[in-house]
């Protein structure tokens, strides 16, 4: 296995995507493809002990920036570190790509050069957020913004063998994200798809689901638009963010709070780290004929690492012919009836 790592992608790219690849590579002895410009990356691994570690370089002159257009770079820029990185997996030379970089550039460079999985309306991206219970998927995190009720269905059965994989769950628990648990309560998309997530022996679906309920872990699946998932997402690590910096404040807002800090120091460092993105890696683009990796913008070399990790995991237990076998498979019954596409439910 070879994991092709986009070099150049991210806010604090190269210096910890090349960090985080040195890691991974000492750490699963996965060989890695450090895709970028050859002089950057070279001087980068000077930085660090590689000896005898399976790291390689593929040179690419270009970079696609985060405020590019996607489609337009992808297309134009096809020596780019995101597009080269891409076709190692189209070509067979790497069995997955994992980059920090404009995540649309991903997913267009994705479609374009892996392409979609037979019977997959649109691809998603399955992010992993922390919970009381443990973890669950939101889906999609950000990769379509307007949706059909077909898709929201599609994005349920390919969650659903995303959780049985990454997070080893047994029949997860599958959730619709609205604004009340009423199968009556939702705007017109989350209407439409209910019946259609109802209808479907394949998942277990457990109904509407609220915002609240996502950090309770009531749902191991949360489906939802490209739009509201990526609002969800950001919210939820801007929330993260803001109850870690309070809790500094007020330790070292009084000598009783350092002292209390100090015999608690050991749960706090428990808390950070389950609330830490860095250590969930990458949401993998489900729906594609190939392992696509999306990782955090301001990835660590720790979130790099761990991005990954998840790439390693997605190729060995192999969830893209499991979600083609699911897709083609007439005997799970998913494929929604024309009067609950195309009518009033």
């Known amino acids: 296995m070879k994991i092709a790592v986009d070099a150049m992608g991210g806010d604090f790219a190269p210096q910890k995507i090349v960090e985080g690849a040195v890691l991974a590579a000492r750490e699963y002895q996965t060989p890695i493809i450090l895709v970028g410009k050859k002089n950057v990356i070279v001087a980068e691994l000077a930085k660090h002990d590689t000896k005898n570690l399976p790291i390689f370089i593929e040179h690419a002159s270009d970079i696609i920036e985060m405020h590019e257009s996607p489609s337009k770079a992808s297309r134009y820029k096809q020596d780019s570190s995101i597009v080269v990185a891409t076709r190692l997996v189209a070509q067979g030379k790497a069995d997955a790509v994992v980059s920090a970089g404009n995540s649309g550039a991903v997913m267009t460079s994705a479609l374009r050069y892996l392409g979609r999985i037979p019977g997959v309306y649109r691809p998603m991206i399955a992010t992993i957020i922390p919970t009381q219970k443990g973890s669950c998927l939101v889906a999609d995190a950000g990769a379509n913004t307007d949706c059909k009720p077909e898709y929201l269905l599609q994005f349920a ?27 009556e309560k939702g705007s017109a998309l989350t209407k439409r798809a209910f019946p259609l997530l109802e209808s479907c022996p394949y998942i277990k679906f457990i109904g509407n689901v609220e915002g609240r309920d996502i950090p309770k872990g009531t749902a191991d699946v949360i489906i939802c638009d490209g739009f509201v998932g990526n609002v969800v997402l950001k919210t939820i690590e801007g929330t993260a963010e803001s109850i870690q910096r309070m809790i500094k404040t007020i330790i070292c807002s009084s000598l009783v709070a350092k002292i209390g800090f100090l015999c608690m120091r050991h749960l706090f460092k428990n808390l950070k780290k389950k609330l ?25 070399a720790k979130a790099m690492k761990n991005a990954i990790r998840v790439a390693q995991q997605c190729v060995h237990q192999r969830i893209n012919d499991e979600i083609r076998i699911e897709i083609e498979n007439p005997k799970t019954h998913y494929a929604p009836p024309p009067d609950l596409i195309h009518g009033r439910p």
């Not at 995303?162 to 994200?177: C, D, F, H, W, Y």
């Not at 860095?278 to 190939?290: N, R």
């Open 157 to 183: 059965i390919m969650s659903k063998i995303a959780a049985e994989t990454i997070l080893n769950i047994s029949q997860p628990r599958v959730g619709l994200l609205s604004i009340g648990e009423e199968k």
């Open 276 to 300: 830490d993105y860095a250590e969930y890696g990458g949401a993998p683009l489900l729906g594609v004929k190939g392992t696509s990796i999306i990782a955090h913008g301001k990835s660590s």
